[in-house]
């Protein structure tokens, strides 16, 4: 497998366990304290280079120390840089997130240089190097530009997927709506479909979006797994027990998992299984590269 995630690369620094935040200039010592790259392009960049697959990160970082410790972490996964483009205008995007002991993580965040990254970041050439684009965050670029990479990517036979970062809102949906009829897969979560389609029923939030151009939905629903809906049909596949530490990067496992699923030809109900089983060993863990695992060891999960 050769993807190409572009979009959204976050700088994470996650703090564990934290209840509250002490007050005035109080401090409290914590368990863990990670830096980690992230992102819905990035933490899907690192899954997928764990499960085998050839990666290529592209978007935007700055060129501060922040964009120096991001780019060391993606190279450390083996993912090439290249597409990365360094910009001196904005600072690298970075969140810090104070895990609650329940694996709860609400989050402070700097949007930066990932406002800059757009289709200009992936030239042809990439893309006829590639099987895979997928789209971290196309609200930042807008429907209309995103559809321009999307669609240089399904001319040249590339599968293009997409997840969204921002809450479920009529309004980003139709923000994004140019790209829609571009992807082959749009990786939203259960909160995401509801609150962009209006619908109280999520098979029906998802068939809401196929109309809307999408080739297939699949949507985590936390606990419950994730649902995989086409125009064929309906799956609903359970998630993996799984002591929570951290939820940080669970949707991006999911859909690195997913993903490396359908590259290796499997029905898209079993590539969700393959990503529900990747998302279970990253919140066993803190941060969106927790864990220790390769493919076979994900596929041997499968068969317990």
Same mark, same amino acid.
């Given at each position: 497998?050769?993807?190409?995630?572009?979009?959204?690369?976050?700088?994470?620094?996650?703090?564990?366990?934290?209840?509250?935040?002490?007050?005035?200039?109080? /401090? &409290?010592?914590? +368990? &863990?304290?990670?830096?980690?790259?992230?992102?819905?392009?990035? /933490?899907?960049?690192?899954?997928?280079?764990?499960?085998?697959?050839?990666?290529?990160?592209?978007?935007?970082?700055?060129? %501060?120390?922040? /964009?120096?410790?991001?780019?060391?972490?993606?190279?450390?996964?083996?993912?090439?840089?290249?597409? #990365?483009?360094?910009?001196? +205008?904005?600072?690298?995007?970075?969140?810090?997130? @104070?895990?609650?002991?329940?694996? %709860?993580? @609400? =989050?402070?965040?700097?949007?930066?240089?990932?406002?800059?990254?757009?289709?200009?970041?992936?030239?042809?050439?990439?893309?006829?190097?590639?099987?895979?684009?997928?789209?971290?965050?196309?609200? *930042?670029?807008?429907?209309?530009?995103?559809? &321009?990479?999307?669609?240089?990517?399904?001319?040249?036979? !590339?599968?293009?997927?997409? %997840?969204?970062?921002? @809450?479920? +809102?009529?309004?980003?949906?139709?923000?994004?709506?140019?790209? !829609?009829?571009?992807?082959?897969?749009?990786?939203?979560? +259960?909160?995401?479909? $509801?609150?962009?389609?209006?619908?109280?029923?999520?098979?029906?939030?998802?068939?809401? !979006? $196929?109309?809307?151009?999408?080739?297939?939905?699949?949507?985590?629903?936390?606990?419950?797994? =994730?649902?995989?809906?086409?125009?064929?049909?309906?799956?609903?596949? @359970?998630? *993996?027990?799984?002591?929570?530490?951290?939820?940080?990067?669970?949707?991006?496992?999911?859909?690195?998992?997913?993903?490396?699923?359908?590259?290796?030809?499997?029905?898209?109900?079993?590539?969700?299984?393959?990503?529900?089983?990747?998302?279970?060993?990253?919140?066993?863990? $803190?941060?969106?590269?927790?864990?220790?695992?390769?493919?076979?060891?994900?596929?041997? #999960?499968?068969?317990?």
């Amino acid at each position: 497998m050769r993807a190409i995630a572009l979009g959204v690369h976050v700088l994470d620094v996650l703090v564990r366990p934290v209840e509250q935040i002490p007050d005035g200039q109080g /401090g &409290q010592l914590v +368990d &863990q304290i990670r830096l980690t790259a992230a992102g819905s392009a990035g /933490g899907t960049a690192v899954v997928l280079a764990r499960l085998g697959a050839t990666v290529w990160s592209a978007g935007a970082v700055g060129t %501060d120390a922040a /964009g120096d410790m991001l780019l060391s972490l993606l190279e450390r996964e083996g993912i090439d840089v290249s597409l #990365l483009r360094r910009v001196d +205008d904005a600072q690298t995007s970075a969140s810090v997130l @104070p895990i609650r002991p329940n694996g %709860d993580r @609400p =989050a402070f965040h700097v949007v930066g240089a990932n406002a800059s990254a757009g289709p200009d970041d992936v030239p042809d050439e990439a893309l006829s190097d590639a099987g895979f684009l997928h789209l971290g965050g196309p609200e *930042f670029m807008g429907g209309d530009v995103a559809a &321009q990479v999307l669609s240089r990517a399904r001319d040249r036979g !590339l599968v293009t997927s997409a %997840d969204i970062l921002a @809450p479920g +809102d009529p309004g980003i949906l139709e923000w994004i709506g140019g790209a !829609l009829p571009h992807l082959d897969w749009l990786l939203p979560n +259960d909160e995401q479909v $509801l609150g962009f389609t209006g619908e109280t029923d999520l098979v029906a939030g998802c068939r809401a !979006l $196929l109309a809307r151009g999408v080739g297939g939905v699949a949507a985590t629903r936390g606990a419950d797994g =994730a649902v995989v809906v086409t125009a064929d049909g309906v799956a609903e596949v @359970p998630a *993996f027990p799984v002591n929570v530490v951290d939820t940080t990067g669970c949707g991006d496992a999911f859909s690195a998992g997913f993903l490396r699923g359908l590259s290796l030809d499997l029905a898209p109900a079993d590539a969700a299984r393959l990503g529900c089983a990747t998302a279970s060993q990253v919140a066993g863990g $803190l941060g969106s590269d927790a864990g220790s695992y390769d493919l076979s060891a994900v596929q041997a #999960l499968l068969a317990t």
